[in-house]
């Protein structure tokens, strides 16, 4: 698993950094650090990823240098584990919202299909970013163009909330407001637009939840609970049955949290029930590892989380994240990537 990006909170403001840690991730759920990566040439953070060929793509974000605002980015990048090296591809060609919050700032979903990169989605800062634009990986020079597809009215945020099972991709898509229980399926024909499957039994925040699937046949997705409504912690999608499963997960001290009544704070029911954020994820050989934290920018347990999605319970690892960063990007790099 790769992890890099995120911000760091120093002396009361915020700090993107650019450091990558590689963690191994063994066949019985165990995850290890393992070392340190070349420094990605780009700060990013909220940024849209995927993996292809055993390479990470990422694309669009932003970064904080310690100001009161962030600056957006399009910049796009590609890392080689096996060579530890970084490319600079064209920058995506989206812009909009204030001059200084261009391109795709809050989580694009990022994908591949059909030998293009594909980005959809994502916050410009002042209003939302559907346009879905490709770069054919064979043709890099050529940069990016936007698609005709036609897209459902909303957004996608958080970088963590699309998959690709087979030739369809999977992604959530909501309002601006961020919370949504809507997952659409594409198959990358662009004559063909992308058409929603069933609903998720509780409405989530894009920007807290994550996406995780095992290629096959299952879709989970973990967290992005809204407070005032709770939810549990994970559902699963079975994509040969279109439906949706979810049981209550037990009661799970180091994944408590509290939800507010009024003017009251309370442990929420079954302890996993209220907003648990994820900040990272990433699946593996049948477990899924995870870092939470309790709200968007603070309350973060380093601690890695693994989820054994055939015995379906949760534990802790030794292993943690060596800064408290927020938002980084993550994702697992297996050796038959495509």
């Known amino acids: 698993m790769v992890v890099t990006g995120g911000f760091y909170w120093e002396n009361g403001r915020r700090y993107s950094r650019n450091t990558v840690d590689i963690f191994r991730l063994s066949p019985v759920g165990r995850i290890t650090k393992s070392h340190t990566g070349t420094p990605s040439p780009v700060k990013w953070t909220k940024a849209g990823r995927t ?19 962030y600056d957006g980015l399009s910049n796009v990048g590609r890392y080689n584990i096996k060579d530890n090296m970084w490319e600079i591809l064209p920058n995506s ?13 809050w989580g694009p979903a990022l994908f591949t299909m059909n030998n293009k990169l594909y980005e959809v989605g994502g916050d410009d800062g002042f209003d939302t970013a559907t346009p879905l634009e490709a770069m054919d990986l064979d043709n890099i020079a050529q940069g990016w163009t936007k698609q005709t597809t036609s897209l459902p009215g909303g957004n996608t945020l958080g970088g963590n909330n699309v998959v690709t099972v087979g030739s369809k991709v999977y992604v959530t898509i ?4 961020q919370a949504t229980n809507k997952v659409y399926s594409w198959d990358g024909n662009e004559g063909n637009s992308l058409k929603p499957i069933a609903n998720m039994h509780y409405t989530r925040n894009m920007l807290g939840l994550c996406m995780a699937t095992d290629g096959i046949d299952n879709i989970w997705v973990i967290g992005g609970c809204v407070p005032s409504t709770g939810c549990d912690l994970m559902e699963q999608y079975k994509i040969s049955t279109n439906e949706w499963l979810y049981e209550r997960v037990p009661d799970q001290p180091h994944l408590s949290f509290w939800v507010q009544e009024g003017r009251r704070w309370k442990p929420a029911l079954h302890g996993i029930l209220a907003r648990p954020i994820v900040q990272l994820c990433g699946f593996s050989q049948g477990f899924i590892y995870a870092v939470f934290s309790d709200s968007w ?3 973060l347990d380093k601690r890695f989380h693994v989820y054994d999605t055939r015995r379906k319970t949760w534990s802790i690892s030794d292993t943690e994240l060596d800064e408290e960063v927020y938002f980084p990007v993550s994702a697992v790099i297996e050796s038959s990537s495509d």
């Open 51 to 69: 993996v292809r060929r055993g390479q990470l793509y990422i694309s669009g974000g932003q970064t904080w240098d310690g100001g009161f605002n």
């Open 174 to 177: 909501g309002p601006k407001s």
């Open 297 to 299: 920018q603070s309350g």
């Open 93 to 105: 060609s989206f812009r909009g919202g204030y001059p200084e919050h261009y391109g795709r700032t």
